[in-house]
């Protein structure tokens, strides 16, 4: 679709003020939950919305909203909540989240230039990544009071702080009012994969959010010396961790037909040292998926494989569940609509699930809950090779603008 120069302009201009913050120098940004980087992310995005005459406030987690004074709803009326998040994962790019900020942006000035009062405030949630605290998807998960974020008040950042610690140094609330008044929750995101670019699509509406379990496994052999110790009398920790690292690969292959996917992503060997048995290993486990019976079995099958694989070798292990979230579906109502909005701006689009984790997925049970996917190239994210067009973001932003002009009218 082509867009206006003055909207790729201004679309550009956005971007090039959160550029360099957090740059580092392999040419990433880091950008983590609740510090002083994401802070200046905060902070520039305000600034942002006084130069348009837009008005701010910041809730009791520290999320920040911005909206048009001429276009807000009276307390008791319902607004559309179109948000994403401004912090990243260690060495990350530059469009994860960035882009819907950007998008939310563009759907202000739209509006404002059209004379639509369409009451949109648009939200900047706090440590949407789990990079800083192990835990993701914060800021809004607390303030929807979605039950998964148990014990969340423990979550000890990379300082050793915990959230709870973090949240009195800042004078933020750990038990914060649930959010009023959302007619809608949309959220634009980078696919984080290459779906969009394979089919040579512009748009993705997203049907369901994979919903993501995850563990820890500890494995203990015996840290002995690496000359001096026979091979039939060890108990390697690393071999049995290999061993159950190529088995969960055969799980999710197993259980890919249903889209289901299974990561060791982490491994963590002690004491790391070129002449002595690894004595201890721990593994960080994802499994996704958006089918609940697909996740049972593969959670079945990794607890029998941890037994088998470690009595066979004669180390012990311990598996701990650190998160079980279930696949969550958006809004049908909205999806269709969203279709609907594409097909008229004759944008090349098509249904499809996330398998990443998003804000979104916060929303979903308190408010209708839409998500677009615009394209990255070759599907790389989390990376600082990540990329996406500016005219990709305008894209997104058109349909979603073109959903509330059919909205206006009705």
Same mark, same amino acid.
């Given at each position: 679709?082509?867009?206006?120069?003055?909207?790729?302009?201004?679309?550009?201009?956005?971007?090039?003020?959160?550029?360099?913050?957090?740059?580092?120098?392999?040419?990433?940004?880091?950008?983590?939950?609740?510090?002083?980087?994401?802070?200046?992310?905060?902070?520039?995005?305000?600034?942002?919305?006084?130069?348009?005459?837009?008005?701010?406030?910041?809730?009791?987690?520290?999320?920040?909203?911005?909206?048009?004074?001429?276009?807000?709803?009276?307390?008791?009326?319902?607004?559309?909540?179109?948000?994403?998040?401004?912090?990243?994962?260690? =060495?990350?790019?530059?469009?994860? $989240?960035? @882009?819907? *900020?950007?998008? %939310? #942006?563009?759907?202000? &000035?739209?509006? /404002?230039? +059209?004379?639509?009062?369409?009451?949109?405030?648009?939200?900047?949630?706090?440590? =949407?990544?789990?990079?800083?605290? $192990?835990? @993701?998807? *914060?800021?809004? %998960? #607390?303030?929807?009071? &979605?039950?998964? /974020?148990? +014990?969340?008040?423990?979550?000890?950042?990379?300082?050793?702080?915990?959230?709870? =610690?973090?949240?009195?140094?800042? $004078?933020?609330?750990?038990?914060?009012?649930?959010?009023?008044?959302?007619?809608?929750?949309?959220?634009?995101?980078?696919?984080?994969?290459?779906?969009?670019?394979?089919?040579?699509?512009?748009?993705?509406?997203?049907?369901?959010?994979?919903?993501?379990?995850?563990?820890?496994?500890?494995?203990?052999?015996?840290?002995?010396?690496?000359?001096?110790?026979?091979?039939?009398?060890?108990?390697?920790?690393?071999?049995?961790?290999?061993?159950?690292?190529?088995?969960?690969?055969?799980?999710?292959?197993?259980?890919?037909?249903?889209?289901?996917?299974?990561?060791?992503?982490?491994?963590?060997?002690?004491?790391?040292?070129?002449?002595?048995?690894?004595?201890?290993?721990?593994?960080?486990?994802?499994?996704?998926?958006?089918?609940?019976?697909?996740?049972?079995?593969?959670?079945?099958?990794?607890?029998?494989?941890?037994?088998?694989?470690?009595?066979?070798?004669?180390?012990?292990?311990?598996?701990?569940?650190?998160?079980?979230?279930?696949?969550?579906?958006?809004?049908?109502?909205?999806?269709?609509?969203?279709?609907?909005?594409?097909?008229?701006?004759?944008?090349?689009?098509?249904?499809?699930?996330?398998?990443?984790?998003?804000?979104?997925?916060?929303?979903?049970?308190?408010?209708?809950?839409?998500?677009?996917?615009?394209?990255?190239?070759?599907?790389?994210?989390?990376?600082?090779?990540?990329?996406?067009?500016?005219?990709?973001?305008?894209?997104?932003?058109?349909?979603?603008?073109?959903?509330?002009?059919?909205?206006?009218?009705?």
């Amino acid at each position: 679709m082509k867009h206006p120069i003055q909207d790729i302009e201004y679309a550009e201009y956005l971007f090039d003020k959160f550029y360099s913050i957090g740059s580092t120098e392999n040419g990433g940004v880091t950008r983590l939950g609740y510090t002083a980087v994401e802070d200046e992310m905060h902070e520039v995005f305000v600034a942002l919305g006084k130069e348009k005459g837009y008005e701010s406030y910041t809730d009791e987690v520290g999320n920040t909203y911005i909206y048009n004074p001429a276009c807000k709803s009276d307390e008791d009326d319902e607004y559309y909540l179109v948000a994403s998040h401004l912090d990243s994962v260690v =060495e990350g790019g530059r469009y994860d $989240g960035v @882009s819907g *900020i950007i998008a %939310g #942006l563009l759907l202000l &000035e739209w509006a /404002k230039r +059209d004379g639509l009062e369409i009451p949109i405030r648009v939200g900047a949630m706090r440590c =949407e990544e789990s990079s800083n605290f $192990g835990r @993701s998807t *914060i800021g809004s %998960g #607390l303030i929807t009071k &979605e039950v998964y /974020k148990h +014990d969340i008040g423990e979550a000890v950042n990379r300082e050793g702080k915990t959230l709870s =610690e973090v949240f009195k140094e800042r $004078g933020y609330n750990m038990e914060p009012k649930r959010i009023q008044g959302v007619k809608e929750y949309l959220e634009l995101h980078i696919e984080q994969g290459k779906v969009l670019e394979e089919y040579d699509d512009s748009i993705g509406i997203v049907t369901t959010v994979a919903g993501p379990r995850r563990f820890r496994i500890y494995i203990k052999g015996s840290a002995e010396h690496s000359g001096a110790t026979p091979m039939g009398m060890r108990s390697d920790a690393l071999c049995a961790a290999s061993e159950l690292i190529l088995e969960i690969e055969e799980i999710g292959k197993d259980e890919s037909i249903y889209q289901s996917v299974a990561t060791v992503g982490t491994v963590k060997v002690s004491p790391n040292a070129l002449n002595v048995i690894p004595g201890e290993v721990t593994l960080g486990v994802d499994m996704r998926g958006i089918d609940s019976a697909s996740l049972d079995r593969m959670e079945a099958r990794l607890k029998s494989a941890c037994k088998k694989i470690c009595e066979k070798r004669k180390v012990k292990y311990y598996r701990e569940k650190t998160s079980d979230i279930p696949p969550i579906a958006m809004s049908m109502d909205v999806q269709q609509k969203l279709l609907r909005a594409a097909k008229k701006l004759r944008i090349p689009h098509r249904s499809m699930i996330s398998g990443a984790g998003h804000d979104a997925m916060s929303f979903a049970n308190i408010c209708e809950t839409g998500m677009v996917f615009i394209p990255c190239a070759k599907g790389i994210s989390h990376n600082k090779k990540e990329f996406a067009t500016i005219e990709s973001i305008c894209d997104g932003a058109q349909v979603i603008y073109e959903h509330f002009k059919e909205e206006m009218e009705v």
